[in-house]
Nanobody, 120 residues
Framework: QVQLVESGGGLVQPGGSLRLSCAAS????????MGWYRQAPGKQRELVAA???????NYADSVKGRFTIFRDNGMNTVGLQMNSLKPEDTAVYYC??????????????WGQGTQVTVSS
């Protein structure tokens, strides 16, 4: 069984910073990518940033230059440094991992979500 556990959400003022962290554990054979998605009330879940095993990154246009995704203390962890936060960044942030639990079994796994609120 695979678990993704997120931490680091909270309330921050506009222009402030937050760092999210996600750790994957369990019966993991390999991880091809980890990333962060977010979902604001009344909106669809959207990709924020992704990091592949070959260290390539992908960012939503709305966060480029403000957010940075990185490996965090190990190959099964990922962090998201969020700077210059805006009210429109308010959402529940979900960690995602595309991984294999065996050579032939690959799937997407999700964390429980962490709330990020940007407000004065």
């Amino acid at each position: 069984q695979v678990q993704l556990v997120e931490s680091g959400g909270g309330l921050v003022q506009p222009g402030g910073s937050l760092r999210l962290s996600c750790a994957a554990s369990g019966s993991i054979f390999s991880i091809s990518a980890m990333g962060w998605y977010r979902q604001a009330p009344g909106k669809q879940r959207e990709l924020v940033a992704a990091l592949t095993s070959d260290r390539s990154t992908n960012y939503a246009d709305s966060v480029k230059g403000r957010f940075t995704i990185f490996r965090d203390n190990g190959m099964n962890t990922v962090g998201l440094q969020m700077n210059s936060l805006k009210p429109e960044d308010t959402a529940v942030y979900y960690c995602n991992a595309r991984l294999k639990i065996s050579v032939f079994r690959e799937g997407d796994y999700w964390g429980q979500g962490t709330q990020v609120t940007v407000s004065s």
